[in-house]
């Protein structure tokens, strides 16, 4: 089955630098890769999220790049702030009705 | 996407009782998944509830222990049996789309 790993496990930077979170599988059929923020006592919500029919994807501060011949993906947030301190979770599934597959999680903290 | 109604937001049961959750979706799905994040760790699949047929447990889970119902296409429960404190941890509900949970059942067992 998939496994996912994800790396570091904490992560700290300066307010306005930049994050990278990186993600490996295992499974080259996997094709939906989804991150999640966690905020203390709140579910993960999702943030963003990209299929295998593209490399890479931005929302605004915060993207995502997917190699599938690597099976490695990435979230990078820019400007980073202090309210994007929380736990990041990556995860990946293949299509139909497969589970998704969780890393470890991220602890990032953003420094004032 | 589906809006995932899940209950209860939170319960401190004692040890030896049974607490069910009860997860409601707007629409109907084929298969709804059920997860358990241990304070501190990542989320790990309990099981896959398909609608008419019995769910499927992952390693480390048995049907004794995490009894599920899975009555219709847009209702599942969960039931943590017997609780100890090591059941104590978030218990989260998705669909197939995956990308949303329920609010999350926060379980305390004292």
């Known amino acids: 089955g998939e496994n996912v790993e994800q790396h570091p496990s904490t992560l700290s930077v ?5 994050a990278v979170i990186k993600c490996t599988y295992s499974d080259s059929a996997s094709n939906y890769f989804p991150w999640y923020k966690q905020e203390l006592g709140k579910r993960p919500q999702l943030i963003i999220d990209i299929r295998s029919n593209v490399g890479e994807k931005k929302d605004q501060r915060i993207a995502v790049t997917l190699n599938k011949t690597a099976k490695h993906f990435s979230l990078h947030i820019t400007e980073t702030q202090p309210e994007d301190s929380a736990v990041y979770f990556c995860a990946a599934k293949n299509s139909g009705n497969t589970p998704l597959v969780f890393g470890k999680g991220t602890r990032l903290s953003v420094i004032a | 996407s589906a809006v995932i109604s899940q209950k209860p937001s939170r319960d401190i ?6 607490l069910t959750i009860q997860c409601q979706v707007d629409s109907q799905v084929t298969m709804m998944f059920w997860y358990r ?3 501190g760790q990542s989320l ?3 099981a896959t509830a398909n ?5 499927t447990y992952e390693s ?3 049907i004794d222990k995490f009894p599920i119902s899975r009555p219709n296409l ?3 429960t969960l039931t943590v049996s017997n609780m100890s404190p090591e059941d104590s941890s978030i218990y989260l509900c998705s669909v197939q789309s995956e990308a949303f949970f329920g609010q999350g059942t926060r379980l305390t067992v004292v």
């Open chain 2, 44 to 46: 790990t699949l309990i």
């Open chain 2, 51 to 55: 609608q008419g047929s019995e769910a």
């Open chain 2, 37 to 39: 994040q241990q304070p």
């Open chain 2, 60 to 62: 480390g889970f048995v």
């Open chain 1, 14 to 18: 300066q307010e306005g630098d930049s």
């Open chain 2, 74 to 76: 847009t209702f599942s």
């Open chain 2, 13 to 18: 049961c004692q040890r030896g009782t049974s």
